[in-house]
């Protein structure tokens, strides 16, 4: 899921300009039991139209092989994050 979405902004920014905004959410217990790697369990993209500063897209993928995706809005995922979004 995260691939097709990265073709949809790839083909968005090549007829204007956008800015993309992307992190990663972790929960409570960073490193997982028998792991030596932080692996965050969401990751999301913004998408914003530079002009306008309208968010284009606000995405929210869980780290994991379910191919799921959420369009959501930036208040939305502001109250996910455990740490505040710049700007």
Same mark, same amino acid.
């Given at each position: 899921m995260?691939?097709?979405w990265e073709t949809k902004v790839r083909k968005l920014s090549q007829s204007k300009p956008v800015f993309v905004i992307a992190g990663a959410i972790y929960s409570d217990q960073l490193l997982k039991e028998g792991h030596t790697v932080?692996?965050?369990d969401y990751c999301y993209k913004?998408?914003?139209?530079?002009?306008t500063g309208k968010?284009?897209?606000?995405? @929210?993928?869980?780290?994991?092989?379910?191919?799921?995706v959420e369009e959501l809005s @930036?208040?939305?995922l502001k109250a996910k994050?455990?740490?505040?979004l710049v700007p």
């Amino acid at each position: 899921m995260w691939k097709s979405w990265e073709t949809k902004v790839r083909k968005l920014s090549q007829s204007k300009p956008v800015f993309v905004i992307a992190g990663a959410i972790y929960s409570d217990q960073l490193l997982k039991e028998g792991h030596t790697v932080v692996k965050p369990d969401y990751c999301y993209k913004i998408i914003v139209d530079p002009p306008t500063g309208k968010i284009v897209y606000c995405l @929210l993928f869980p780290n994991d092989n379910s191919g799921k995706v959420e369009e959501l809005s @930036l208040t939305q995922l502001k109250a996910k994050l455990p740490y505040p979004l710049v700007p």
